[in-house]
């Protein structure tokens, strides 16, 4: 059976989030949560969940440049203990260096006004980390993308 995934690029404002599964390898934008806090977020994100239905969890992990965890990685392991909590599903954190580079390479092309892509950028964010997450299970290279601990 094909899982299904949600992806969330959570962000200090904006959290974009992304759907899609292991039988297609397609990862599909889907929205952007402008959340403050926590709290808010998670109601907003069961929600999605809700309606989306997905088997498990896939965020990005802010690692700096040379690899290493600084303090934005530590605040994204902790939401996502929260959310494995919360919603009782497995997350798997994934390298999201230059995500946002890329989500802005693929909306370059699309006539979009800057105020409109800034508005779907962390969506597509959230896809491309999902691309690569769904990547790699394709190719079995399942390091790095497991559950976290």
Not at 23 to 38: K, M, Q, R, Y
Not at 73 to 83: M, N, P, T, V
């Amino acid at each position: 059976m094909s899982k299904r995934y949600l992806a969330i690029d959570p962000g200090d404002k904006r959290t974009g989030l992304a759907i899609g599964d292991q039988a297609s390898g397609i990862a599909t934008p889907l929205d952007v949560i402008e959340a403050s806090g926590n709290q808010m977020l998670f109601e907003q994100l069961a929600k999605v969940i809700g309606q989306q239905e997905p088997d498990e969890l896939v965020v990005g992990f802010p690692l700096n440049m040379d690899g290493s965890e600084g303090p934005r990685a530590k605040l994204i392991g902790r939401l996502a203990d929260d959310l494995r909590q919360r919603f009782k599903l497995e997350v798997h954190l994934v390298d999201e260096r230059l995500s946002t580079y890329e989500a802005d390479q693929r909306m370059g092309q699309t006539g979009l006004t800057h105020r409109g892509k800034k508005v779907r950028r962390d969506a597509q964010a959230a896809a491309v980390i999902l691309s690569d997450f769904l990547s790699a299970l394709g190719r079995g290279d399942t390091e790095g993308i497991g559950p976290d601990p």
